[in-house]
T-cell receptor, first 115, second 114 residues
Framework: QKEVEQNSGPLSVPEGAIASLNCTYS??????FFWYRQYSGKSPELIMS????GDKEDGRFTAQLNKASQYVSLLIRDSQPSDSATYLC???????????????FGQGTILTVHP | NAGVTQTPKFQVLKTGQSMTLQCAQD?????MYWYRQDPGMGLRLIYY?????TTDKGEVPNGYNVSRLNKREFSLRLESAAPSQTSVYFC?????WGQGYEQYFGPGTRLTVT
């Protein structure tokens, strides 16, 4: 059973701080990693995808991937109250495996940014 | 460009009733998916269609059937609803099937089975 683990939180940070969200995965050969944001009562919204080791930046968001440690993280700089949401980590399975093409989601981390 | 649309937004069924959830995408995507989201269980894949004309089971297919009507539309049918199927259902699509293809979600259907 492929597993994706996230700290459920809630993670509370003050406005303007850096929020750090973490995710570990069990399938060593996973190749594609995604972060989704989900506001309460809404659908998941893709905010970042990362495929190679290292950092990928998009505006205030930075995704970090370390395949050797099976770890992917999302940093949100200058956090705003509008960033308060649940953040879902999703991992795509390996070619040739039964999970190929399918996303396995973590349970999500609730982030609260307080003024 | 509406992206992924789903109907209905809300539905209440009695145990044993049947219904079909509709999903359509206008992004010319090849692959489509149905998920359910339950508190404490996260998002789980019910069925998927890697391309028009194909469908396959996901993690939790029991009690559901699907139809890929054409490239745009992918429906999910509950033949005999059970209270355990109370959930939020999301449809998603991606450009293609396999590694690295980003999935985009519809607004969801909130289903209650009494």
């Amino acid at each position: 059973q492929k597993e994706v683990e996230q700290n459920s939180g809630p993670l509370s940070v003050p406005e303007g701080a850096i929020a750090s969200l973490n995710c570990t995965y069990s399938d060593r050969v996973s190749q594609s990693f995604f972060w989704y944001r989900q506001y309460s009562g809404k659908s998941p919204e893709l905010i970042m995808s990362i495929y190679s080791n290292g950092d990928k930046e998009d505006g205030r968001f930075t995704a970090q991937l370390n395949k050797a440690s099976q770890y992917v993280s999302l940093l949100i700089r200058d956090s705003q109250p509008s960033d308060s949401a649940t953040y879902l980590c999703a991992v795509n399975g390996d070619a040739g495996g039964t999970s190929y093409g399918k996303l396995t989601f973590g349970q999500g981390t609730i982030l609260t940014v307080h003024p | 460009n509406a992206g992924v649309t789903q109907t209905p937004k809300f539905q209440v069924l009695k145990t044993g009733q049947s219904m079909t959830l509709q999903c359509a995408q206008d992004m010319n995507h090849n692959s489509m998916y149905w998920y359910r989201q339950d508190p404490g269980m996260g998002l789980r894949l019910i069925y998927y269609s890697a391309s028009e004309g194909t469908t396959d089971k996901g993690e939790v297919p029991n009690g559901y059937n699907v139809s890929r009507l054409n490239k745009r539309e992918f429906s999910l049918r509950l033949e005999s609803a059970a209270p355990s199927q109370t959930s939020v259902y999301f449809c998603a699509s991606s450009e293609d099937w396999g590694q690295g293809y980003e999935q985009y979600f519809g607004p969801g259907t909130r289903l209650t089975v009494t």
